[in-house]
């Protein structure tokens, strides 16, 4: 007989490092975005090989802006996955743009990159492929895809006729210290997003941040002075260049959105920027624990690792082979009363509300759907113990039964 343990799916994993570093900044005077958010977005560029960040105040916000910053809007077509969050996709809807969702590939998570290439057409401006638990994409097949039909592709502003083919916006809401092909997430796709949620590896409470590649013709000063007027609505100067003595005056220069990080998220995220090589080292044990401890049983997880690609371990996929999704249910609700909490990733698009009333239907992603039937994600954070995985897989060999 088991004690009963409680296992949350996925706390925060906060020290005394983050604490102190937030405490400083409260101490400092200076709050919203300042001298910590700009050296957070040093840190994070300098990680992903990357010229520039730029601190948000979360992923969606990342994706929108540069959506907008990309003049993304009514008339265009943007492609995604099924298979994500509905913040990839609504997105899209908030610029005024179509949303073209992709299936999976067949027993995969991540979008069928042959179905991307179906999906592209002359109104294709943009897509937004997902990593998923950490684990990126095959960004190279997603570009083959494009340049095979690259003809398709109609620039309507510089910064699309620079580009002179489909733009790549990574979800990389999951993937921050992943790498494919030894190149680290924020540097293969166009434009990279990347969340800092609470339940993220690295986390500002809430928060995003967006890398991009350099752009043949494009400074990217005038890239960064963008984002930043989209961030704080249009105003030409933020409230550290307006400390500068009788610097008071400003102007906007049109009236844009608020989504800009705060020096209290920023110093969260400094402190866990620090420790954060060793909280990737200690979710890549615990995800090879959990596989050696669920082998030999008929269930299959996401493969985190292997010559193309390393993950950077932010969620425990497994698939219960064979089985349906009354079946899953009943295996979530079994462990949720021997206190372990476990979740689904995800439900697919066509099958909630807002999706089915843009007219999708879940019969169209035959793929997603297999996915999700028998999907259920294990706890996965780095307050767990050896001890707590055994119990969660000895709890789940015992409602899988």
């Not at 002359?122 to 494009?146: F, S």
């Not at 689904?344 to 759907?369: G, Q, S, T, W």
Request: net charge negative; aromatic share 10%; with cysteine.
């Amino acid at each position: 007989m088991n004690t009963i343990r409680n296992i949350p799916f996925s706390p925060p994993d906060i020290s005394d490092e983050e604490i102190n570093e937030v405490v400083d900044t409260l101490r400092s005077g200076w709050i919203t975005t300042g001298p910590k958010t700009k050296l957070f977005e040093k840190k994070i560029a300098e990680y992903c090989h990357t010229s520039k960040a730029v601190a948000l105040n979360s992923a969606t916000a990342a994706m929108e802006i540069t959506l907008r910053l990309l003049g993304i809007g009514p008339g265009d077509e943007v492609i995604t996955s099924a298979y994500t969050y509905s913040a990839t996709a609504s997105v899209i809807t908030h610029v005024g743009a179509k949303v073209v969702l992709v299936d999976t590939g067949k027993n995969s998570f991540h979008i069928d990159y042959d179905g991307i290439e179906n999906a592209i057409t002359e109104k294709t401006k943009v897509i937004i492929p997902v990593d998923i638990g950490g684990v990126m994409c095959d960004y190279d097949k997603i570009y083959e895809a494009i340049e095979r039909k690259k003809s398709f592709f109609n620039p309507t502003n510089k910064l699309q006729e620079a580009f002179g083919r489909i733009i790549v916006i990574a979800d990389a809401a999951h993937s921050i210290g992943a790498t494919y092909q030894g190149k680290m997430s924020g540097e293969v796709a166009d434009f990279t997003s990347f969340s800092f949620h609470a339940v993220k590896n690295l986390t500002t409470g809430e928060g995003g941040m967006v890398t991009w590649k350099d752009i043949n013709g494009i400074d990217n000063e005038e890239i960064y002075r963008q984002y930043m007027l989209f961030s704080i609505h249009g105003q030409s100067k933020d409230a550290l260049a307006k400390t500068k003595l009788g610097s008071w005056e400003y102007d906007i220069v049109a009236p844009y959105y608020k989504c800009n990080m705060t020096d209290i998220m920023a110093s969260l995220g400094l402190a866990q920027f620090k420790r954060y090589p060793s909280i990737i080292d200690k979710r890549k044990h615990m995800i090879e624990k959990y596989d050696e401890l669920l082998s030999g049983l008929n269930v299959t997880s996401m493969k985190h690792y292997d010559e193309s690609s390393k993950s950077c371990g932010h969620l425990y996929l497994l698939r219960l082979t064979g089985k349906n999704e009354s079946f899953r249910n009943e295996v979530i609700k079994r462990m949720a009363e021997k206190g372990i909490a476990t979740n689904v990733h995800y439900k697919p698009l066509p099958m909630l509300e807002a999706y089915r009333n843009l007219a999708f239907k879940i019969e169209d992603y035959p793929n997603a759907y297999e996915m999700f039937q028998n999907e259920i994600t294990l706890p996965l954070h780095t307050l767990l113990t050896d001890e707590d995985i055994e119990y969660v897989v000895n709890i789940f060999k015992e409602s899988f039964h």
